[in-house]
């Protein structure tokens, strides 16, 4: 499945840094896919772009 690859790939558009930890949960369905990032942000300018361009992919369907 290309989306996790999808999602990091537009994650290191906007994260400078090699420190980035994933994790990933199938819902119950396998469905739907939960992918979290864990880093450390630079601005709150960062992670509006970030969120931005998420929310914008097709294949997002929501992101917190």
Not at 17 to 32: C, F, L, N, V
Not at 33 to 38: D, E, P, R, Y
Request: cysteine-free; proline content about 3%.
């Amino acid at each position: 499945d290309a989306f996790p690859a999808i999602i990091r790939a537009i994650i290191r558009k906007h994260v400078n840094t090699d420190e980035i930890a994933y994790s990933s949960q199938p819902s119950r369905g396998d469905k739907y896919l939960s992918i979290t990032a864990t880093f450390t942000a630079q601005s709150k300018e960062q992670l509006h772009a970030l969120y931005q361009e998420l929310n914008d992919h097709e294949l997002v369907l929501m992101t917190l």
